[in-house]
T-cell receptor
Framework: DAKTTQPNSMESNEEEPVHLPCNHS???????IHWYRQLPSQGPEYVIH???SNVNNRMASLAIAEDRKSSTLILHRATLRDAAVYYC???????????????FGQGTILTVHP | GAVVSQHPSRVICKSGTSVKIECRSL??????MFWYRQFPKQSLMLMAT?????????EQGVEKDKFLINHASLTLSTLTVTSAHPEDSSFYIC??????????????FGPGTRLTVL
């Protein structure tokens, strides 16, 4: 599986934008970039995904570098409820019965200060 | 979004007993579900891929005879931890791949089950 590298932790203030970086220099041409987040004692929550173009949804924006070797998850206005572990994951596109499985790294612990 | 539930949310059992955890997709049919395990302060580790109507595919190092997976219907997968021991205490999380988004691998996760083996 292609690997991703994220900072261990980041901090933000409430209502300020947050940019969470992810490096994936060994990404292959058909790997999708997925972002999930996990609040304490809960299962992960899907945030956003993309392939080549930047993506926006109600939760966040995803900016993908032109060479696709890095991406940035953007929370436009952080709230206290955004405090979580954010995982950047490349989707395993291998075929067979495990098609589409996700491999989680350590993620980035985001702390949001009031 | 799609909803995945797990039951129970928390279970405490004695060493040597078996525990069954259910994972249900509430508003969609899931041909493929995944089971993860998460120890404190660690990331999720995929245990197995559960396919409706066929045998589960286990990740390397996961004992298939200890962690029994059954995916008998398109909305239910179960994980049974047999002869549980304290080292099996963990947070078990399931997920389901949503039809229509399968090509992009998006998964929806259950809330998790906290297993404590005494």
């Amino acid at each position: 599986d292609a690997k991703t590298t994220q900072p261990n932790s980041m901090e933000s203030n409430e209502e300020e934008p947050v940019h969470l970086p992810c490096n994936h220099s060994t990404i292959s041409g058909t790997d999708y970039i997925h972002w999930y987040r996990q609040l304490p004692s809960q299962g992960p929550e899907y945030v956003i995904h993309g392939l080549t173009s930047n993506v926006n949804n109600r939760m966040a924006s995803l900016a993908i570098a032109e060479d696709r070797k890095s991406s940035t998850l953007i929370l436009h206005r952080a709230t206290l409820r955004d405090a979580a572990v954010y995982y950047c994951i490349l989707r395993d596109h291998a075929g067979g019965t495990s098609y589409g499985k996700l491999t989680f790294g350590q993620g980035t612990i985001l702390t949001v200060h009031p | 979004g799609a909803v995945v539930s797990q039951h129970p949310s928390r279970v405490i059992c004695k060493s040597g007993t078996s525990v069954k955890i259910e994972c249900r997709s509430l508003d969609f049919q899931a041909t493929t579900m995944f089971w993860y395990r998460q120890f404190p302060k660690q990331s999720l580790m995929l245990m197995a891929t559960s396919n409706e109507g066929s045998k589960a595919t286990y990740e390397q190092g996961v004992e298939k005879d200890k962690f029994l997976i059954n995916h008998a219907s398109l909305t239910l997968s179960t994980l049974t931890v047999t002869s549980a021991h304290p080292e099996d205490s963990s947070f078990y999380i399931c997920s389901a791949r949503v039809p229509g988004l399968a090509e992009r691998g998006t998964q929806y996760f259950g809330p998790g089950t906290r297993l404590t083996v005494l």
